[in-house]
Structure formats: structure tokens, C-alpha cells
């Protein structure tokens, strides 16, 4: 009986212990798709968040939406199919076996109020917080710095202000179709985690920054306008000095809601009009054969804000040349900047050389190959920014990669956009005016054989339309027949090659490419050029 006992009490611990292995390796899985899961729908991220602030501006809540319009299977990639039916599976087991689910909330516009005051509810007023400078320093408690301005020391203060500005004396500029000027060096503020980019800003206009390019979707544009306040109030860079640009997201194409969109981006940037505003995206999230509200709708409400001096230039983003071209047949206002990507792994010869002859200015995002973009649309292969041409050509300089890639950029005939919220970076990717890339180098990145689009539009592609592809986003037909004739041009025939033929029969050509002692990252290139010029 003691035995059994015994036998019975070991086999239920060994039950138990297997249980909570069993609970533990499903919760650490759970985990691991809830991460996934979490990468996979933050593409289908809100077009902005809903944020409530009180009367003096203070942000009291903000809510993140969801656009799932238009999605369905298509829209996700095989493993992410696979993770999302192992996840149901492991929350319906969950539910068969009464484990708590977590809850859901759905908020809509009925229930806000009570969901924002459910949630200002949970916090706490402590009355008896200690406000004596003794006290909380004997408590160990950090104290902030209070500098107090008084007439007496105020011009002191601006003068220590003053003093941080640096003045760029040749920062390069171009003349866009309607006699504006735009500084081909611009502060890019994509991906900035919130609180990051007011500091970024601040520390960008003080270096010598004179461009800052904004959109709504970023979210971001209030800290953007504490920033211009703070720098503007500093006295030595004034609001007509500062370029300043934003983009339309894509609800807000409609006539009607053009102006209150273009007025909720000037309220929060704290200015009376944008240098420039772009369409983000040729598409407006709804699924059928052609864009609705059509672009002609939206450009004509744009041209409306020319007329009423809210905005000085306007322009599109992501549009292809058909696109543009499109624009041209009923536009009173002309484009004057086409904002796409571009760098030496996209360099978008064809379209560079489209707008030149329409006389649209072209501006460069993700100048530095959108490295940190890589997970978000799912993209593989080789990162510009490595790339051995590219780090032989910063070595030789003795300057960044970064600041080559930004050179390059400049002397291939655009502005551009490196992005950085790192106040020794925004300074270093302005040291680029006072030098250049010596030609040959040039050239090299103007023909490295990598060509790949870093930021793609899958997230727009719908089977039903308007884009079901691609190639239909990007209307890319006869830009990929120029590409495909133009790498063909450079390839030279040898008629005459000379040859042995070897006692099996085969043919050997007589002169061949050594690759002997080659060093990392040549060989790709010179082989290229190789078979280009003739070899065999």
C-alpha cells in the first residue's frame, strides 16, 4: 500500500511537472506569435492616431486604429497565414479548457469618452508628494534644472542660444517651376518614435538645417511645431527661413476634407502656411477599378490652397511618370516637386530625366537605402549602405558612408532626405557641401548592377483593384523595357574573338579575366564589367 502510494505520488508529480513544462513551452509560443503577430499589423498601422488633448493642448489619450479595408488572405505571405491559423488554434484550445482570453475593446467614436475616462480613472494624485528642495534631495529624488528668465538676464539667455546656431553660408538650393527655392538638404522624419523628433528638429535647425519634411500620417507634426516655436523664439532662424513640407495621407483626397486636413497639419506646426504639400500615395484605400475621389479631385482642392496661400507649392509623392503625366493635362498649377525614392540601388535614371524635361524638381527619401525598413516590407539581399564600393570609396575620402550616399545624391541632381533623430548624425549628414565626390567615384555608384525598390507598395495591392500588381502601381511596363535596352547598350560585341580549340573538341576564348588576389568586394563589379566590355 505504502508503495502504491508512494508509485502513485511520484507519477502525479511527474504528471504535474510534464503539465507545467507543457503550459510553460505554450505560453513562451504564444508568446513568440503574438511578436509576430504584432510585426505582421503594424503595416496595417492606423492612418494616424486618435489623440485627445485638453484646451491648452496636452495630449490626454491617444488610441490606435486599424485600416483593414481591402484586406484578405492575399495580403499576408504564407508563413504569416500558417502563424495566424496556429494562433487561433492555440486560443480555441484555450477557450475549450476555460483559460482566460485576454479582452478585447473594440473603441469606437460612441464609446470614446467613456473609454478615455475608464482610463484617466486609474490615476493617482499624491498629495503629500514632497515640493521642499531639501526634502527631495535628502530623498535622493533627481532634480530638473530650472533656468528662471528675468529682464535682467534674458539677453544673456538668447545670446547662449544664439550661439549654438551654426550658419551654413553655400547650403546648395534649387529654383522650382514657380521661382520658390528649396534646399536640396532636408531633416527626414519618418519612423521617429514619439518625443524623439523635437529634439531632432531642434538639433537639426540650430546645425543649419533649413528643410524639414513632414507628413500627416507620421504623426508626429506636433512635435515638429514645438520645436519651430522654440527655435523661432531663439531669434536667429525665422519661419521664412525654414522649408517646410508636408504630405496629404490617403483619407483625406475628397475636395471637402482636403482643406480641414491641410489646416489640422498648419495647427499643429504652429505656422500660417507649408513651402510645400504633397499627395502621400496615389491611392485612397478603396477597392474597385480606378482611384476614388479621383486625383484630379484632389489636385484641384490642392490648387485651391495656391489661391489661398495656405500652401506655395504643391507636388506629389510615390507617382510614377504616367501618373504625373496625367496630373499635366488638367493642372493649372503645374507639380513642382516629385518626392520618390532614390539612391545608388534605385537611382530612377528614366524618371530623373522625365522630370527634368517637365521641369519638376525631384526629391530623394530614403537616400540612405531605408535600412531600417527592411522587416516592415519583408525585403532580403544585400544593404546599400554595406555595400563594398560604397565603403571603399568612404574609406579612401575618409568620410561615411552616409555622407558619400548624401554627395551622391546632390551631384545626381536631386534634394534629399536622410532621416537621423542622433544629433552627431543630423550634423554629420550636413558635412557634405564643402567637397565632392572626384568623378570617377561618382560613376562607380551610378553603375553599381544591385538595382531594388527599398520601399515597395504591396501594402496598396489589391486583387480587385485599383492596383493589383506591382508593375500596374508603379506603371512599370515600358520603364522596365528602357531599363532592360539601356543595360543591353552596354554591352560591346567581339566579333573577331580569338581562340583555341583544346584536344576534347572544346573552344577556348584566348584572353580571360584573372581574379586572382582580388580583394573583398571587387570582383563582383569587375567581372560585370568584364563580360560587359567583351570577355569570354
Not at 36 to 56: L, P, T
Request: net charge positive.
Amino acid at each position: 500500500k505504502d508503495r502504491r502510494s508512494k508509485e502513485d505520488e511520484s507519477r502525479g508529480a511527474r504528471d504535474q511537472g510534464r503539465a507545467s513544462l507543457t503550459m510553460a513551452t505554450n505560453e513562451r509560443r504564444m508568446s513568440e506569435l503574438c511578436a509576430d503577430m504584432n510585426a505582421c499589423m503594424e503595416r496595417f498601422k492606423s492612418r494616424e492616431d486618435h489623440v485627445s488633448r485638453d484646451e491648452n493642448g496636452v495630449e490626454k489619450g491617444r488610441v490606435r486604429f486599424f485600416d483593414l479595408r481591402g484586406v484578405d488572405e492575399n495580403s499576408f505571405s504564407g508563413n504569416e497565414r500558417q502563424k495566424i491559423a496556429e494562433a487561433m488554434q492555440m486560443l480555441r484550445e484555450r477557450k475549450s479548457k476555460g483559460v482566460a482570453l485576454p479582452k478585447i475593446i473594440k473603441v469606437t467614436p460612441q464609446n470614446m469618452e467613456k473609454f478615455l475616462k475608464q482610463s484617466q480613472n486609474r490615476y493617482s494624485a499624491i498629495k503629500d508628494m514632497p515640493t521642499n528642495v531639501e526634502e527631495r534631495k535628502s530623498k535622493g529624488v533627481a532634480l530638473p534644472k530650472i533656468i528662471k528668465v528675468t529682464p535682467q538676464n534674458m539677453e544673456k539667455f538668447l545670446k547662449q542660444s544664439q550661439n549654438r546656431y551654426s550658419a551654413i553660408k553655400d547650403m546648395p538650393t534649387a529654383t522650382l517651376n514657380n521661382g520658390k527655392t528649396i534646399p536640396l538638404i532636408g531633416l527626414g522624419t519618418w519612423k521617429s518614435k514619439p518625443g524623439q523628433i523635437k529634439e531632432a528638429t531642434i538639433h537639426a535647425l540650430r546645425a543649419g538645417y533649413r528643410h524639414i519634411d513632414c507628413a500627416e500620417y507620421y504623426a508626429n507634426e506636433h512635435e515638429i511645431g514645438q520645436a519651430l516655436q522654440i527655435v523661432f523664439a531663439e531669434g536667429v532662424v525665422k519661419r521664412e527661413d525654414v522649408f517646410l513640407t508636408s504630405k496629404l495621407w490617403n483619407n483625406h483626397h475628397s475636395k471637402d476634407s482636403v482643406k480641414p486636413a491641410v489646416q489640422k497639419i498648419l495647427k499643429d506646426l504652429k505656422v500660417q502656411h507649408l513651402d510645400l504639400l504633397l499627395i502621400h500615395w496615389p491611392v485612397t484605400g478603396n477597392v474597385g477599378p480606378s482611384v476614388q475621389p479621383t486625383v484630379k479631385e484632389t489636385w484641384q482642392a490642392m490648387e485651391e490652397l495656391v489661391s489661398e496661400g495656405l500652401v506655395h507649392s504643391i507636388g506629389v509623392s510615390n507617382f510614377s511618370a504616367k501618373k504625373v503625366d496625367d496630373i499635366l493635362t488638367y493642372a493649372k498649377v503645374a507639380p513642382s516637386v516629385l518626392q520618390v525614392e532614390v539612391h545608388p540601388y534605385w537611382r530612377q535614371d528614366s524618371l530623373l530625366k522625365y522630370c527634368k524635361e517637365k521641369s519638376i524638381h525631384m526629391t530623394a527619401f530614403s537616400p540612405l537605402g531605408s535600412p531600417d525598413s527592411s522587416s516592415m516590407f519583408q525585403r532580403s539581399g544585400p544593404k546599400l549602405m554595406d555595400d563594398p564600393i560604397l565603403t571603399a570609396i568612404a574609406a579612401k575620402l575618409n568620410r561615411s558612408p552616409a555622407q558619400c550616399l548624401i554627395r551622391w545624391g546632390i551631384q545626381h541632381g536631386t534634394s534629399i532626405l536622410p532621416k537621423s533623430v542622433n544629433e552627431g548624425r543630423i550634423k554629420s549628414n550636413l558635412d557634405v557641401i564643402d567637397w565632392e565626390l572626384p568623378r570617377e567615384d561618382y560613376e562607380s555608384l551610378c553603375t553599381l548592377s544591385n538595382q531594388q525598390r527599398m520601399v515597395s507598395a504591396r501594402f496598396w495591392l489589391n486583387p480587385r483593384g485599383p492596383y493589383k500588381t506591382e508593375a500596374d502601381f508603379w506603371d512599370t511596363s515600358a520603364e522596365a523595357e528602357n531599363f532592360v535596352q539601356q543595360s543591353q547598350n552596354r554591352y560591346s560585341a567581339i566579333k573577331d574573338m580569338p581562340t583555341a580549340t583544346l584536344n576534347n573538341g572544346k573552344t577556348i576564348p584566348l584572353i580571360g579575366l584573372g581574379t586572382w588576389k582580388s580583394k573583398p568586394g571587387q570582383i563582383k563589379e569587375a567581372t560585370i564589367h568584364a563580360l560587359r566590355a567583351g570577355y569570354r
